[in-house]
């Protein structure tokens, strides 16, 4: 199977800067889109970001500008380095991958288990 490891989350002030990586181990014969969602407590989980095996990335309205989401293939891992965090952005964050664990299986989604990013003002 495949695993995730989240890092990077915690408390900052509005304006203040964190940067959220994910590892992905285990079972992978290749990754394909790569990504961050969010949840805020009493809300749908969201996306915030992905970025594709090519490299092309994707953004919720609400963060571009602030965030950029980049991977490194070579270490199986995926970045998101968020700026000018303000309130709205406290959440719990999960990576997700989609991924392909046999050169003949189908892709599949797997998530990480969340890291908390909680920002006030």
């Known amino acids: 199977q495949v695993q995730l490891v989240e890092s990077g989350g915690g408390s900052v002030q509005a304006g203040g800067s964190l940067r959220l990586s994910c590892a992905a181990s285990?079972?992978?014969?290749?990754?394909?889109?790569m990504g961050w969602y969010r949840q805020a407590p009493g809300k749908q989980r969201e996306l915030v970001a992905t970025?594709?095996?090519?490299?092309?990335?994707n953004y919720a309205d609400s963060v571009k500008g602030r965030f950029t989401i980049s991977r490194d293939n070579a270490k199986n891992t995926v970045t998101l380095q968020m700026n000018s965090l303000i309130p709205e952005d406290t959440a719990m964050y999960y990576c997700?991958?989609?991924?392909?664990?046999?050169?003949?299986?189908?892709?599949?989604?797997?998530w990480g288990q969340g890291t908390q990013v909680t920002v006030s003002s």
């Open positions: 997700n991958v989609e991924a392909r664990v046999r050169s003949f299986s189908l892709p599949s989604h797997h």
């Open positions: 285990g079972r992978i014969f290749s990754l394909n889109a």
């Open positions: 970025i594709t095996s090519a490299s092309s990335t």
